[in-house]
């Protein structure tokens, strides 16, 4: 059955407005935004899109899992939109995998805003200062935690981002983060996303896999949470039609970009060095989300869904005191293409 959706008023999502539903609605996107038969809004379209980017992901994660299935929440909220979250914990290959997406509509306030965006609060022009923002997101967001420790650990993100007034942009990015550096899987990561990428724009690899680089950084640190991808953000400068397409094309090269390295390393025999090196690479990823991430910032700031927000961190992670990897190790050699990344293709 059909979920009827609430009708909306101006207020933004708060902490327990989230209302659990047995049955999916068809639609997240509310009936006032909906368009004419011959295709519907870019709202409608993006929410189309990265629905069926879950159910084709979740397909590929079971398949390779073997065991694991989809625990899956579906919610909506008083204002308009909702979400549907599926994770698995403890599969036979995944330690914990999860594919959300999420409708929201509200109104920023101006922190938010900055969260938002590349360009902070440049985005909110024609709004008084401090005045709430009236917005539209939607956006399908996933991070995916093997066992093994020779086995990576991916994410991405594709969202659209709209205004009441008319502005609007696109964002993403799909990135990897392995504990143990095979420089053929790397290659292949990059290589299958460039390729994805040049059908749209042959400068969108060379400048997004740039932008990933500065965005995944942990200045705390001094590295970065792994070896990349592509980010971009606030992208708005062709028409939106051209930019949806490529955004689609994206999710569609998440499965053969990262299925096979999964599949090529979940059975590698590893030790129990090895899985503690994976558990203090883990605990890098937990300081990159909770202190870096504008997108956990953003869901954190508006009122998110906290068990979805937080699906990205990994069931498990390990802090150990003043630790450095061994000269011309294996985790050296890791760590130092995460200091300074190379050119993978």
Known sequence: MTVAKPGGGGAGPNFTDHVPVTDKPASLVRDDDAGAADGGTMRERFEAMIRAAQDRICDAVEAVDGTGTFHEDAWVRENGGGGISRVIQNGSVFEKAGVNVSVVYGTMPPEAVKSASARGVTRDVGYKPGEPVPFFAAGISSVMHPHNPMAPTMHFN??????????????????LTPSYLFEEDAAHFHGTL????????????????????????????????????????????????????????????????????????????????????????????????????????????????????????????????????????????????????????
């Not at 502005?167 to 993403?172: A, K, S, T």
């Open 194 to 345: 460039k390729a994805a990428a040049d059908v749209h724009d042959a400068d969108y690899y060379p400048k997004f896999k740039k932008w990933c680089d500065e965005y995944f950084y942990i200045p705390h640190r001094g590295e970065r949470r792994g070896i990349g991808g592509i980010f971009f953000d606030d992208l708005n400068d062709r028409p939106a039609d051209e930019i949806f397409a490529f955004s689609s094309a994206m999710t569609e090269a998440v499965v053969p970009a990262y299925m096979p390295l999964v599949t090529k390393r979940k059975d590698a025999p590893f030790t129990e060095a090895q899985r503690e090196w994976q558990q203090m690479r883990r605990g890098r990823y937990v300081e990159y989300n909770l202190t870096q991430d504008r997108g956990t910032i953003f869901g954190l700031k508006t009122g998110g869904r906290i068990e979805s927000i937080l699906m990205s961190l990994p069931l498990t992670a390990r802090w150990q005191y003043d630790h450095h990897p061994a000269p011309g190790s294996w985790e050296e050699k890791t760590l130092e293409a995460m200091i300074n990344p190379p050119e993978w293709v």
């Open 158 to 175: 594709y969202r659209y981002f709209e205004t009441d007034r008319g502005l609007w942009w696109f964002g993403g990015g799909t990135d």
